[in-house]
């Protein structure tokens, strides 16, 4: 039987989130997509990146619309186009948003992105296992 390496501690859960390496925070700042988009490639989720639409689920700006100007993997935020605010000091910065609180309208799609997205496909997935007998279907 395999076990798993997973801790149950909340002090090392929060260790490993706040020190896990680029490539594990890519994975953590996914968005969930939008009605339509989990329509046409059967997927719930997907990684952020620079291009992107959104839409603002939560807080003061919800139902903002915009391209994402820069994903913040160190602070684990994003920033979005046209929403930003003005300092004190008159200064102008933009809003970070953390990826769960965004929902993505638009992908920007290349290669790569369309490879991701073949590879999570959900009804693929059960297309696959078509046929297949399981272990509890199987009676003696």
Known sequence: MK???????RRKAHKAHFAAPSNVRRIIMSA??????R?????????LR???EVTVTRGHYKGQQGKITSVYRRKYVVH?????REKANG?????PFHPSKVEVVKLSLDKD???ILDRKDRSKAAEKD??????????A
């Open 39 to 47: 329509e046409k490639y059967h997927v719930r989720s997907i990684p």
């Open 3 to 9: 076990f798993s390496n997973a801790s149950s501690s």
């Open 113 to 115: 992105r369309k490879r």
């Open 130 to 139: 078509k046929g297949k007998h399981k272990e509890g279907e199987l009676t």
């Open 80 to 84: 979005i186009e046209r929403l930003q």
């Open 32 to 37: 969930p997509l939008s009605k339509e988009l």
């Open 91 to 95: 200064a102008t910065i933009p809003v």
């Open 50 to 52: 620079k291009n992107d």
